[in-house]
């Protein structure tokens, strides 16, 4: 104790010529503004089983400053780490996760008189070496555990004794790459991977994402030990080499971030021999961060029926009403029916079939919370999974051959300067578990619209639409979507399509010869990109104006329908005459002339669990129509519909 308090005075002599230069980095956007408590405290666990705390009165700027040290415990053992306002956690070797309150004085006293409440078992191997320092909680509670590859949170509610919904759930994966994490503030996370980098992550509790992901700053802070944080995003840690204690803090920006020092301020030394070093977690805040405002969900219910036949039987037309409820139009022995699924809902997403397990799935986005929620038709019946997310357009779902499903999403502006929208992803592990949503994309780009999807094989191609302009990703398991480049297009939206040889077609509206037409961007033969030149579908458009986002669909024999709306009473498609051509077919009109009824969303294409294609729409009276024809060998033979109003 005696030489811990002598190694403080000399640091304090010797101050001028043992802290690091402040190098502070510039930024597209200002740091957030950090502020502290009086003092910060900081407690050692030293090897002897004494407890102390140390006041450091210069939280904020890294400065020498020290309160004085007063010896709180003995005979401390295990793992001991801190959380928020003065809650200490110990984990004893024999694995009991206990839980104190230094209220400043003293600790206070839990029901029955003991200075300690037990509260988790099994936790013993976090007292082991190798994984000490793989255990951290943040500003508000909530505990991040690294366990092989996985990143795991918890939250135990210190009023109610019980731990929250949802804890111990995974978050991520490809974690096993790190060997320190520290949290700052809530959700802020640092990972130091095996070269000593310091990887910066926040996690968003409420909405369940990943506002920042595997930021690597302009400016390093390596090779340090017993990292830790008093919140705020203020970090001390311990050289190995010379046992000095250091400051430092961090500044998280819209597409990077930065240290405050490149090497910290050196505010100690003789810190070396401590078993554990850690500090309350909320003695410091930071504002101005960017964080999910609160959501405008766009009203999207203007979409296409989705048709959907499970291996379960029947047929569903799903799709918004004028009330942005989910509606299920489906056959049974004795006609058609509908019911409301749920709502208020933005849009309704394509399903994603598992046919093994006879079961559909598509996505919504609820108008009062921006939630994404997952609607699985199993035999008949709806059931709902909350993602979460805070997100402001309709998703888009894909399956995987594992069974999983991957849920890709644009978010609402953040409350930064920059106002722009992100892209999200959340996958789903092998357990049915749904990891968080992490962005992906350039963050200095707004996204907006529901993504554009489509798998082949496991890989999955994603449009996203930005103004004026389309990007797109390729997307694979166990990484994170891969800009590749964008597209010659100017359109809301483009639908993606196989071409039925392998490749992709993205189908929307070009401008040509002073007007709009529907046309295609197909795949490069190396799969390397799009081409840049837009080929018409079906000639010349009937006359009259054209709706759009339009639909389109792979037929069984390799064919391709595209199909659009006119003057809102002309439902239009045209198709591909050979296999993977790019000859189609005349526009053809569905609707017969005259037809008495209006159509203020365009149709949806889809097909059949015998192979027919459907044709489906809601007309301006919220009442379902549908057409369906039989899909010949022969691509060249023109698709016969019948159908009409049902009910």
């Known amino acids: 104790m005696n030489r811990r308090l002598r190694s403080l005075c000399l640091a ?60 709180v415990g003995w005979g401390w053992g295990g793992k001991t780490f801190a959380g928020p306002n003065g809650w200490l956690f110990n984990i004893t070797t024999g694995g009991e996760l206990r ?10 006293t839990f029901p029955g008189g003991g200075q300690y409440e037990t509260f988790g078992w099994g936790w013993q191997k976090y007292v082991e070496s190798a994984n000490r320092s793989k255990i951290t909680v943040d500003a508000d509670g909530s505990f991040y555990t690294l366990e092989g590859d996985q990143l795991r949170w918890w939250h135990y509610e210190q009023d109610t004794r019980q731990w929250a919904p949802g804890s111990g759930r995974v978050l991520d994966t490809g974690w ?46 390596q090779g340090q030990t017993r990292l830790f944080s008093a919140g705020g995003d203020v970090y ?31 505010i100690g030394t003789g810190w070396g021999t401590d078993v554990d070093i850690t500090a309350t977690t909320n003695d410091c805040s930071v504002s101005g961060l960017r964080t999910p405002a609160y959501p405008h969900v766009s009203d999207d219910n203007a979409v296409a029926p989705r048709v959907i036949t499970p291996a379960s039987g029947g047929t569903h037309l799903v799709d918004i009403n004028s009330g942005n409820e989910v509606i299920d139009t489906y056959s049974t022995e004795s006609g058609w029916t509908s019911r409301v699924v749920g709502g208020r809902y933005s849009g309704v997403s394509s399903p994603a079939l598992d046919d093994d397990a006879g079961t559909a799935v598509v ?20 059931q709902a999974q909350s ?13 995987r051959s594992d069974g999983t499903h991957v849920v890709y999403a644009t978010g609402d502006k953040n409350n930064g300067p920059e106002r722009r929208g992100r892209a999200y992803f959340r996958q789903q592990l092998t357990s049915g578990e749904f990891l968080a949503w992490r962005p992906f994309g350039d963050p200095r780009t707004g996204y907006f619209a529901t993504p554009s999807v489509i798998s082949r094989g496991d890989e999955t191609t994603i449009v996203l639409s930005t103004t004026g302009l389309k990007e797109w990703f390729r997307h694979s398991p166990g990484t994170a979507p891969v800009h590749k480049g964008r597209l ?84 239009v498609v045209s198709t591909s005459s050979v296999v993977g051509g790019r000859e189609f077919l005349p526009w053809k009109r569905v609707t017969p002339e005259g037809y008495p009824h209006t159509f203020y969303v365009e149709p949806g294409l889809g097909l059949t669990r015998s192979g027919d294609v459907a044709l489906a729409a809601m007309d301006s009276n919220n009442a379902h129509h549908l057409w369906t024809a039989s899909v010949t060998p022969d691509p060249a033979a023109p698709l016969q519909f019948t159908g009409g109003k049902l009910g």
């Open 12 to 71: 304090a002599a010797t101050l001028a010529t043992t802290v690091t230069a402040v190098t502070v980095v510039a930024s597209t956007a200002a740091a957030a503004d950090t502020t502290c408590k009086p003092a910060a405290n900081i407690f050692t666990m030293q090897a002897d089983g004494d407890l102390w705390v140390y006041p450091h009165a210069g939280p904020a700027n890294g400065s020498f400053s020290w309160g004085a040290a007063k010896q």
């Open 363 to 382: 996505g919504v986005t609820e108008f009062e919370t921006g939630d994404v929620k997952l609607i699985t038709l199993r035999d008949g019946q709806w």
């Open 387 to 399: 993602l979460k997310g805070g997100m402001e357009f309709t998703p888009a779902v894909v399956r």
């Open 488 to 571: 010659n297009s100017n359109t809301t939206q483009v639908v993606l399509t196989g071409d039925g040889q392998d490749g992709i077609l993205a189908v929307g509206y070009f401008h040509a010869d002073g007007k709009n037409q529907i046309g295609l961007l197909r795949e490069k033969a190396d799969r390397s990109g799009f081409e840049e030149t837009w080929e018409p579908v079906g000639g010349g458009m009937p006359t009259g104006a054209v709706y759009e986002p339009i639909d389109a669909q792979l037929l069984p024999n390799g064919s391709v329908a595209v199909s659009a709306l006119v003057d809102s009473n002309q439902l």
């Open 99 to 108: 839980r104190l309150r230094y209220n400043g004085s003293g600790w206070d």
């Open 236 to 266: 001390y840690a311990v050289r190995p080499d010379t046992g000095q204690l250091l400051w430092n803090r961090y500044d998280e920006y819209v597409d990077n971030g930065a240290w405050q020092t490149s090497g910290g301020n050196v």
């Open 176 to 221: 096993s790459r790190f060997d320190v994490i520290a949290a700052s503030g809530n959700g802020g996370l640092q990972a130091r991977d095996s070269a000593g980098t310091l990887h910066r992550f926040r996690y968003h509790r409420a909405t369940e994402r990943f506002v920042a992901h595997d930021m690597l700053p302009s400016t390093t802070w």
